[in-house]
């Protein structure tokens, strides 16, 4: 089992900045590709950004490409997603998610969430116009 805990949201304005952490435990945390995605109020959850095991590749929807930021550090096991330049739209509830990666894949990033093993709780997002 792994264990998936974000933190980092919160209430900000448009144009602002916010950076989101999500802390692993449980099993080698360099065994899994990380991502986030994130599930606006009434509608389904989409994909954000992900990152292979190694942060060698990385990927991002369309829509925060150039604003966000994946990145992780497998020394604390904690993956980070910095979010610049928040919009209205970007208000939603977080996800980060791991996926089983366990011959290290260096170009191996996890688009769907079908991909996923396991979820953390999610931490909320609200950006204010």
């Known amino acids: 089992q792994v264990q998936l805990v974000e933190s980092g949201g919160g209430l900000v304005q448009a144009a602002g900045s916010l950076r989101l952490s999500c802390v692993a435990s449980?099993?080698?945390?360099?065994?899994?590709?990380m991502g986030w995605f994130r599930q606006p109020q009434g509608k389904e959850r989409e994909f954000v950004a992900a990152?292979?095991?190694?942060?060698?590749?990385?990927s991002y929807a369309d829509s925060v490409n150039g604003r966000f930021s994946i990145s992780r550090d497998n020394v604390k096991s904690i993956v980070y997603l910095q979010m610049n330049n928040l919009k209205p739209e970007d208000t939603a509830r977080y996800y980060c998610?791991?996926?089983?990666?366990?011959?290290?894949?260096?170009?191996?990033?996890?688009?769907?969430?079908?991909?996923?093993?396991?979820w953390g709780q999610g931490t909320e997002v609200t950006v204010s116009s």
């Open positions: 990152i292979s095991w190694n942060g060698a590749s990385t």
């Open positions: 449980g099993r080698t945390f360099s065994d899994y590709a």
């Open positions: 998610g791991a996926a089983a990666d366990p011959f290290h894949g260096s170009s191996y990033v996890a688009e769907k969430d079908y991909d996923y093993d396991y």
